[in-house]
């Protein structure tokens, strides 16, 4: 099977989330040179044999990101196969004029937009694809903080670009109560529109309530906030009321059951009338002003819900656990795109410029993620 032919069936085209285990500290330097080096010569590969496109769509795949993470050495189940696997792949794409990669880990990911117009200084990009990308870093940033609501905020933001246009964004968001951490990956080729269904091959650990206004479930819901601001604001915070725990109603005294929305502490009422200012056309025009973050998404939903009857989703936008295997040693149901995912890895390590030992090593390291009975 070739390249090409490897990357056009199934999972090599997706985007998604993972969620993974917490871990501090950070990877020793010998550990680290030795990832950059494999990372280096994984990408030549891979680059030279699919293209930056190509490269940036494997890169935007839960399945084989994972597994280029294991193979340069990284605990597999880490939220470091995240943080340090994008700090190898950095070093590894350095000096590059097709590819970049910018933005990373705290503080340093708010400095993407400048790291941004520097590659673009670097690689001669127009104007218009540098501010493209500015907006691309900042709604993958804005949806996966305030559009998806799922407990967990983002700490890690890293943009891979080429000079197409082509790019994949790969953040990471910390548990409110800590001990897991999920990673959020994107694609220009399957993102589409940034509020609708972004996500694909979405992986982890389902959590008991989520606000998902990227859902389909959620469009009505979308145009009922549109609707909301442009009528302006005011009546939002005059006629919305808010049940505290343990007030009773009429209803409750009657039998009856009533839904109890409870508005955010905090609403940002600014940004919703710089919002009503601008007249948003769409969802996306609406998220993508400054001053609408989380609490305005949230109360704008909870508000078309209580007003209007129109619920947003509240799924967990995760659907089904990565197939590895569990702790337990009982492993997880595999699926083709992953066996599609191990294939493809395997090429390019073979066919990088590595010395023999280092690939047969890169090799098992990918094989040991395997059951021992997936007939490979």
């Given at each position: 099977?070739s ?21 501090n500290?950070?990877?020793?330097r ?20 699919l ?9 935007a ?12 050495g ?46 673009a ?6 104007e ?54 999920r ?93 009503y ?100």
């Open positions: 099977m390249y090409g032919q490897a990357i056009h069936r199934g999972a090599s085209a997706r985007t998604g989330i993972t969620d993974l285990q917490l871990r500290g950070t990877a020793p010998w550990l680290f040179n030795r990832m950059a080096k494999l990372a280096t010569s994984i990408s030549d590969v891979m680059i030279d044999g293209g930056t496109d190509g490269f940036l769509q494997l890169l795949d839960p399945y084989w990101f994972q597994l280029l993470s294991a193979v340069l990284f605990d597999p189940k880490s939220s470091g196969t995240t943080t340090v696997t994008c700090g190898a792949l950095r070093k590894a794409l350095e000096g590059r004029k097709d590819v970049a990669l910018v933005g990373g880990k705290g503080r340093i990911s708010l400095r993407t937009p400048e790291q941004i117009a520097e590659a200084d670097l690689n001669d990009l127009s218009d694809l540098e501010a493209r990308l500015v907006y691309v870093s900042r709604m993958c940033a804005k949806v996966d903080n305030a559009a998806v609501q799922d407990g967990y905020r983002l700490y890690h933001h890293a943009l891979l670009f080429d000079a197409e246009g082509n790019w994949t964004v790969i953040q990471q968001g910390m548990a409110d109560g800590g001990g897991l951490a990673r959020y990956q994107w694609n220009s080729r399957t993102a589409g529109r940034f509020i609708e269904d972004p996500h694909t091959a979405i992986l982890g650990v389902r959590a008991a309530d989520a606000l998902d206004m990227t859902a389909t479930e959620s469009e009505e819901s979308r145009k009922v906030a549109v609707d909301l601001v442009n009528d302006g604001v005011e009546h939002i915070r005059n006629e919305v009321v808010v049940l505290a725990k343990g007030q009773t109603t009429i209803d409750e005294w009657a039998g009856g059951t009533v839904r109890k929305l409870h508005m955010p502490r905090t609403v940002n009422w600014a940004g919703l009338r710089k919002a200012e601008r007249q948003p056309r769409d969802y996306e025009e609406l998220l993508a002003i400054r001053g609408v973050g989380a609490s305005a998404v949230r109360a704008l939903a909870l508000s078309g819900e209580l007003l209007y009857d129109c619920s947003p989703s509240w799924n967990d936008p995760v659907r089904f656990s990565f197939a590895v295997g569990g702790e337990g040693g009982v492993p997880l149901p595999a699926c083709r795109s992953m066996d599609e995912a191990v294939d493809l890895m395997e090429q390019g390590i073979q066919a990088t410029r590595m010395r023999k030992r280092e690939r047969t090593e890169a090799v098992q390291r990918l094989r040991s993620l395997l059951p021992p009975d997936a007939g490979r």
